[in-house]
């Protein structure tokens, strides 16, 4: 049921990247070449979360002929207006010379895009410069962090952290907008301050499970025997209270990872864990103590 709180919008973040445009996996997703990494899941959490709340309007919005097509054309003006220089703005260069000019050009500019929903249903698009994505953004899935020697373990890989105590389960855990205080509180309590820094920090909820990291779902590796067989990626399921990721939905599609449910008792230090989300796609992480 929707619940009552303070004004907020929902949000999705996503990578821009023309290396995305020859992605098999991308365009099978979205149904059409495109430089932004699993689009139709950004649009579908969207509405997904819009229907929850009961936001009308926003949901009608969505829903309209053409929404997702509108979209797209709003993120394409987002990233020519974070990538063209001053000069080049002055010049009026149309956004269809723009694509056809720059989207195979993969060092002009790594873009992350924020696509907020208001409750009128009114749609904006922000543009932020993010880390180049040197890696196929599924690899890190199909490693065995068992198997795999730590010196061949794709990078980067991020220190993780428990939080210190635990955060309630509710439509602001399982849906992604911007009353994000209980990631902010999460981060802080283990000191970190800026979201360049390869850290994350797992957050549980008053049952003691693991929910999902501050911006950053998570997996496990779990189920292995003594013999190296039949191991995989568990994440956190839904009963649990954490985020309906976009890469995470693509691993749990595609029989890559399954739903389970993980304790704060069950994680051991020193262990691999698999993060994921719209920008860096799969990362790993390593999970340290106090």
Same mark, same amino acid.
């Given at each position: 049921m929707p619940?009552?709180?303070?004004?907020?919008?929902?949000?999705?973040?996503? +990578?821009?990247?023309?290396?995305?445009l020859t992605s098999e996996f991308n365009t099978r997703v979205n149904k059409?070449?495109?430089?932004?990494?699993?689009?139709?899941?950004?649009?579908?959490?969207?509405?997904?979360?819009a229907t929850y709340f009961?936001? +009308?309007?926003?949901?009608?919005?969505?829903?309209?002929? =053409?929404?997702s097509e509108r979209l797209r054309h709003m993120c394409d003006q987002a990233v020519m207006d974070s990538v063209?220089?001053?000069?080049?703005?002055?010049? =009026?260069?149309?956004?269809?010379?723009f694509f056809s000019a720059f989207y195979f050009v993969s060092d002009r500019r790594h873009v992350q895009l924020r696509v907020l929903l208001s409750r009128s249903g009114n749609i904006r698009v922000e543009a932020h410069p993010t880390r180049p994505l040197t890696r196929d953004p599924l690899l890190a899935a199909s490693v065995n962090p068992l198997?795999?020697?730590?010196?061949?373990?794709?990078g980067p890989i991020f220190t993780v952290h428990l939080d210190t105590q635990a955060t309630p389960a509710s439509a602001f855990t399982s849906f992604k907008t911007t009353a994000r205080g209980h990631y902010d509180a999460a981060r802080v309590r283990r000191g970190i301050k800026d979201r360049?820094?390869?850290?994350?920090?797992?957050?549980? /909820?008053?049952?003691?499970?693991?929910?999902?990291?501050?911006?950053? /779902?998570?997996?496990?590796?779990? =189920?292995? /025997?003594? +013999?190296?067989?039949g191991g995989g990626?568990?994440?956190?399921?839904?009963?649990?209270? =954490?985020?309906?990721?976009?890469?995470?939905?693509?691993l749990l599609e595609r029989g890559m990872m399954?739903?389970?449910?993980?304790?704060?008792?069950?994680?051991?230090?020193?262990?691999?864990v698999l993060l994921s989300n719209g920008w860096d796609g799969t990362i790993l992480g390593h999970v340290v103590g106090d």
């Open positions: 619940v009552p709180t303070a004004d907020f919008e929902l949000f999705t973040s996503l +990578r821009y990247d023309p290396k995305l059409i070449e495109l430089p932004y990494l699993l689009f139709q899941y950004h649009f579908d959490r969207l509405l997904a979360a009961g936001w +009308r309007s926003a949901v009608a919005q969505l829903k309209a002929p =053409g929404a063209l220089t001053d000069k080049e703005k002055g010049l =009026g260069v149309s956004v269809s010379l198997t795999t020697p730590p010196t061949h373990l794709p360049r820094e390869l850290r994350e920090v797992l957050l549980y /909820n008053e049952r003691g499970e693991v929910m999902e990291g501050s911006v950053r /779902n998570v997996a496990f590796w779990r =189920g292995e /025997n003594e +013999r190296g067989e990626w568990v994440t956190p399921s839904d009963r649990s209270g =954490g985020l309906a990721g976009t890469v995470r939905r693509y399954k739903e389970g449910t993980i304790r704060v008792s069950d994680v051991r230090i020193g262990e691999y």
